[in-house]
T-cell receptor, first 113, second 113 residues
Framework: DSGVTQTPKHLITATGQRVTLRCSPRSGDLSVYWYQQSLDQGLQFLIQYYNGEERAKGNILERFSAQQFPDLHSELNLSSLELGDSALYFC????????????FGPGTRLTVT | AQSVTQLDSQVPVFEEAPVELRCNYSSSVSVYLFWYVQYPNQGLQLLLKYLSGSTLVKGINGFEAEFNKSQTSFHLRKPSVHISDTAEYFCAVKGSGYSTLTFGKGTMLLVSP
């Protein structure tokens, strides 16, 4: 158990819908990272937040957005969902700004039908 | 830009045999290198990392990797594998000045009795 929690574990929804994935980092960690793992694209970094501020952006679609709240949990919002958004979404956390010691959560499996 | 190539998508091996999982990277700057393991239906777990110093890095579960700058490689090795090592292994690179990880496509290690 890495100490990073993600909810829900599984999510099934229809095209065009909007969903919110939630992540609670390890106690004391200020950085949260979001990743997408799909069969087509492999593992891709989406976005990083540090203490409530966006710090780095990767291959995140405009239909996707994220935020980190004062209690340091983070949410990833996916809207206008397409079949190709079906993937495993991982959250990771680290103490500081750098990711050398990031810990991954168990992931949320999103299925878009 | 930075990229990672994992040369084998699948590596079958018998229990107690040695194994090497290959990883080559491309980066225009000095790099940090990582190996992660993903067991079925779980998140990623850090096996080992190279940040600086000795080019031979030892990790958890008896794995080690060698950083070879001239060959731009970071191959993962284990002298004797167990059935429980069956998992997907990901190599990742972070260039200095970059704040994100770039992952390879992964290598599935299949250990049979």
């Amino acid at each position: 158990d890495s100490g990073v929690t993600q909810t829900p574990k599984h999510l099934i929804t229809a095209t065009g819908q909007r969903v919110t994935l939630r992540c609670s980092p390890r106690s004391g960690d200020l950085s949260v990272y979001w990743y997408q793992q799909s069969l087509d694209q492999g593992l891709q970094f989406l976005i990083q937040y540090y203490n409530g501020e966006e710090r780095a952006k990767g291959n995140i679609l405009e239909r996707f957005s994220a935020q980190q709240f004062p209690d340091l949990h983070s949410e990833l919002n996916l809207s206008s969902l397409e079949l190709g958004d079906s993937a495993l979404y991982f959250c990771a956390s680290s103490v500081g700004l750098t990711l050398e010691d990031q810990y991954f959560g168990p992931g949320t499996r999103l299925t878009v039908t | 830009a930075q990229s990672v190539t994992q040369l084998d998508s699948q590596v079958p091996v018998f229990e107690e045999a040695p194994v090497e999982l290959r990883c080559n990277y491309s980066s225009s700057v000095s790099v940090y290198l990582f190996w992660y393991v993903q067991y079925p239906n779980q998140g990623l777990q850090l096996l080992l990392k190279y940040l600086s110093g000795s080019t031979l890095v030892k990790g958890i579960n008896g794995f080690e990797a060698e950083f070879n700058k001239s060959q731009t490689s970071f191959h993962l090795r284990k002298p004797s594998v167990h059935i429980s090592d069956t998992a997907e292994y990901f190599c990742a690179v972070k260039g200095s000045g970059y704040s994100t990880l770039t992952f390879g496509k992964g290598t599935m290690l299949l250990v049979s009795p």
